[in-house]
């Protein structure tokens, strides 16, 4: 089973993109579904040797999910020159993971949606993706950047489908990259 985790405040092009990817045994979480409280920072993950937060919220059900998944496929809308903070919210959660080895030898796959066209958006992608390769090396899970897409200008468009005349093609080459990885 793959998961995909939207990364978005809303259930729009991340959403989209990642539902017309899943398949039909792999399970799409979207965390503007959810209620995740931030860390706080007490430690007791590590101190107590817990797998998991001791915030009992929904991010029981995501790390449930992540032990399961085969695949974790990301994507994230740019807010701000970076991922989303709900996304943010969700990685920071990750220190009991990070601390007991849950994520190690995981593959875990990253794609961005902006509103600039996806040379506009280029070097933030880049960062993204060195935020995503540095957490990767301490939580020792295989870290894959695949496609960092445009959704259009928010006040013309902001509709992934509608800015490529070959949608159905983007999300082909999307699955067979992600497919690619598993050799």
Do not use: W
């Not at 029981?60 to 943010?88: F, R």
């Not at 007991?100 to 509103?115: C, D, E, R, S, Y």
């Not at 935020?131 to 090396?137: D, G, P, R």
């Amino acid at each position: 089973m793959n998961l995909y985790i939207n990364g978005s405040n809303r259930n729009k092009n991340c959403y989209t993109v990642l539902n017309d990817l899943k398949q039909k045994n792999d399970k799409l979480i979207s965390l503007a579904d959810k209620k995740i409280e931030y860390c706080l920072g007490c430690c007791r993950c590590i101190d107590d040797l817990e797998n998991y937060c001791v915030i009992k919220d929904d991010m029981q059900e995501i790390y449930e999910s992540m032990l399961k998944a085969d695949k974790i496929i990301i994507a994230s809308p740019v807010y701000m020159n970076h991922i989303t903070g709900i996304l943010k919210n969700v990685i920071d959660r990750l220190n009991p993971f990070s601390n007991h080895g849950n994520l190690k030898g995981k593959k875990i796959f990253l794609i961005t949606v902006g509103q600039m066209s996806e040379e506009e958006n280029q070097e933030i992608a880049d960062s993204i993706k060195q935020y995503f390769e540095s957490i990767s090396e301490f939580m020792e899970f295989e870290f894959y950047f695949v496609k960092n897409l445009t959704s259009g200008d928010i006040e013309e468009c902001d509709d992934v489908k509608l800015v490529y005349d070959n949608y159905d093609n983007v999300i082909l080459e999307i699955r067979k990259k992600i497919e690619d990885y598993n050799n």
